[in-house]
DNA sequence: CAGTTTAATGCAAGTTTATGCGGTTTTTGC
DNA sequence: GCAAAAACCGCATAAACTTGCATTAAACTG
């Protein structure tokens, strides 16, 4: 094994998990401790990780510099992400939004994974581009500043132009009888457009905004195919889903 | 076995792996070590593969495994930029290609400055969004990995579809007989458009690349209305340009 | 066609890099 | 404060790299 390839799963880990245990690793890549130590020096004075007693944690969990804003119910994100990325196949046309939970996605992929990924949301797309075999295409128009993705009739007849084998949604709020429903329009009318154009459409979504309505409706809950959350898939909350036909992750 | 046979074979394996262990490679075509190290120093110099210790690894993943990416000629840069950000005003419509000059441009631009910018490249992109009234407007199509910009017939097509006050063009090689030049041929072609489409464009260049020539011919001085360079604009190593009747900054 | 040139490869000696090991110091949880 | 785990330090070693040179085979030349 390359020193480069140990040290980019590191940082894979790393970001996946915020944060390692250098014990674990030397096990998982059969090295010894010092090694696994000489490497985590080297990553943390380059500034991809904070070295701590016993292993490694992100940059953006460590709290010394904590101005990137911490993600909010990040350990349900993470559940969620872990149950979406195994959906995603070698060859795969796969359209996203943008959104916490979508970068928790992204950092999720599998290493080698190869795919097309269309998305424009721009630190989505930074994770993306992280993965050497997948292959990203951006979606390109105005950059709506507070969703941080770009939204506008240019983006949506890019969209439609597309026949999508997957289509991963962040959730805003959904309800068995109201649907799904979000407060930007502009975001809005981009993801009717998704929903319109994609073979399969995964919702993810983390609990507490399962059965909650915003000012935008978007779609009725039939408009997706399957639906994650950070529940197991047989919890009585997500009953009245799987009802209406959904698949449940 | 031919070289040139086996050097495809390491590509092959290279590409489809994203990584291979020259120990490996010498017991797998029965050659020695030293032949091996030969094809891949070869293949590294032109660009095919990163050699590493122990082995090689593709472009793409040692891109996303990038160490110390420091900025070359940094200071020469944000001279650049201090200059070129001058020339925006409030209100203006701004094309712009990617690259480490831009960034610094980017970030020189005045606090309160109130503009709409055009652009591809994802790191660029994040600077712009830092600035609160700064309306950004993201061209969308494949996402070339080594130049981290989009490039592709949608990106060109969104291009010719504005006409932008001004653009700045990172310039990779200038010569005042053969023009401006490049080596990327998609970047080739975006560029190409961005000059025909824009009314004012504005060549950004370090001194080191003035009077340099690159493999693919992009368009001649006169494509450019405006030269920053981080020389003083009287500087003779110029004057060829401004006989040409570029306007000197 | 013989002699020369050139490219490609292997070999050997010396250097650098990466890694593991033993002993010592520091940190941590109790 | 104490025991255990982890980090640090120096050193040893093996693998990989560099350089220069010899050998071979192919290509070129008069």
Redesign the pocket.
Known sequence: ???QE?QAYILHQVNLHNKI???NL?QEM????????????ELSTNGKLV?????AMSTSFSHTTAQNETIYASDSKKIIAQKAASLVKDGMFVLTTGGTTIIELARALPAGLKATFLCGSLPALFEYMQHPNIEVIVIGDKLSRNARITVGPQAISQVKAIKADLCFMGINAIDPEHGISDNDWDVVMLKKAMIQTSRHVVGLSIAEKINTIQAIHLSPVSGLHTLITDLPADHERLKPYSDKGLRLL
Chains 1, 2 share one sequence.
């Open positions: 094994m390359l020193k140990r245990l250098s014990a030397c059969n090295v010894s401790e010092d090694t696994i130590r000489r490497d985590l020096l070295k701590v007693h016993g292993g």
